[in-house]
């Protein structure tokens, strides 16, 4: 008898642990937009486009670059596509592409 309690409590820890594991995941959103960056802190990884905030990381993938690997700098004013993930309170941008400038 001892050897069957022994499977049993086995059975219900892992049991416990793999529904633990289960509901402890958070379900991650993604997103594409595009709009003006209307203000930009680098320092604080903090992005403002069309009025929305975003987490903005200290490396983004970067579209759309020619064989050289342009590097653009992110400035206000500046159109641009992007596409990230929610997982948190403030969407994080993953990946952004320049698409024009705008002279405001």
Same mark, same amino acid.
């Given at each position: 008898?001892?050897?069957?309690?022994?499977?049993?409590?086995?059975?219900?820890?892992?049991? $416990?642990?793999?529904? =633990?594991?289960?509901?402890?995941?958070?379900?991650? %959103?993604?997103?594409?937009?595009?709009? @003006?960056? +209307? *203000? $930009?802190?680098?320092? =604080?990884?903090?992005?403002?486009?069309?009025?929305? %905030?975003?987490?903005?990381?200290?490396? @983004?993938? +970067? *579209?759309?670059?020619?064989?050289?690997?342009?590097?653009?700098?992110?400035?206000?004013g500046m159109w641009v596509s992007f596409?990230?993930?929610?997982?948190?309170?403030?969407?994080?941008?993953?990946?952004?592409?320049?698409?024009?400038?705008?002279?405001?």
């Amino acid at each position: 008898m001892n050897h069957t309690w022994r499977f049993l409590l086995r059975a219900l820890a892992a049991g $416990l642990l793999a529904w =633990g594991l289960g509901t402890a995941a958070q379900e991650v %959103h993604t997103f594409e937009d595009n709009g @003006v960056i +209307q *203000q $930009l802190d680098p320092v =604080g990884e903090q992005i403002i486009i069309d009025g929305q %905030h975003y987490a903005l990381p200290t490396a @983004v993938a +970067q *579209q759309a670059t020619d064989q050289r690997g342009a590097k653009i700098t992110l400035q206000q004013g500046m159109w641009v596509s992007f596409y990230g993930s929610v997982s948190s309170h403030t969407p994080q941008i993953q990946g952004i592409t320049f698409l024009r400038w705008s002279d405001k």
